[in-house]
């Protein structure tokens, strides 16, 4: 079994904005429950506010919870899934990254930090204060979204961009601001991530991508240390990791077959790395979650 990737138009009731999709959350696990009854990962940029409700949110293996005053973001790929323990409320969102980007060309949806690194953690809690601040913004573009009014895209893009700067001050409200990374710092951890994403199945070593960015291993590692307290072995082997639970778990395909596929020499080698990194052995992390 393949991870279904979804897409925007198989949640729309009408083609109402194309790439775009608002809605209250209960009227949206309603209406979508088939499509969303399962672990999940999309083509788009999401992000939902909670205003009621307790439970589970699953974002690539690591467990978040769920209440009045969350905030979650996914990027896409992320692959997730929702349990809940007591009836959810708030509004949500999604569109691509064409929707917001070609509006603002000055800036991209990475300059958010929520969407900028997969190291940076896709929730936020936001004070009661903040809440109902962001609450009433979620709710003017619900509405608006409802609507054929003169100027409605404008208007939403408008709503979007107001709502992502308000969670960016919430989401960074706790780091100085005069020792954050250097923007040529924040390039090359772009282009390193990328290149991760696009190349892991082969290339999992650091000089491999220090010769792609033109720059040598030491300097790469400096970054990545100054910017992720990290190493890029560790960077590369965590992408390994997720896309080993992946396979795992959603695939079908004996493990075996998945060692071959992230081009391990044999299964026995795929093994010991697997439970070096997380404490279980492929077959005990598969029954784990069976």
Known sequence: M????????????????????????????????????????HNFYLCVLFTEGTGKHEIDFNSYQVNPGKVFFLKPGQTHSWKFDTQPEGFIFFHSQEFYEIKFLDHTLKSFPFYYSNQNPPLLELSKIKMKLLTTKFKEMYLEYLQ????????????????????????????????????????????LENLIHKNFYKE??????????????????????????????????????????RLIIHSGNNLAAI??????SDYAYFSRFFKSKTGFTPMNFRKKYS
């Open 2 to 41: 393949k991870i279904p990737v979804l897409k925007i138009d198989q949640f729309q009731e009408s083609e109402s904005l194309n790439d775009l999709y608002v809605n209250s959350f209960s009227n949206h696990i309603e209406l979508n429950k088939e499509l969303i009854s399962k672990p999940h990962s």
């Open 259 to 264: 060692s071959e596929t992230l081009t391990f």
């Open 148 to 191: 054929q009014n003169l100027l409605k895209e404008l208007k939403i893009i408008n709503l979007i961009n107001s709502i992502y700067i308000d969670l960016t001050r919430a989401y960074t409200a706790d780091v100085n601001l005069e020792k954050l990374i250097s923007p040529s710092y924040s390039i090359i951890l772009e282009n």
């Open 204 to 245: 999992k070593l650091p000089k491999f991508y220090s010769d792609q960015l033109n720059i040598t291993t030491k300097h790469l590692n400096r970054v990545v240390k100054k910017t992720l307290n990290k190493t890029t072995n560790q960077l590369i082997s965590e992408r390994i990791i997720l896309e080993s639970k």
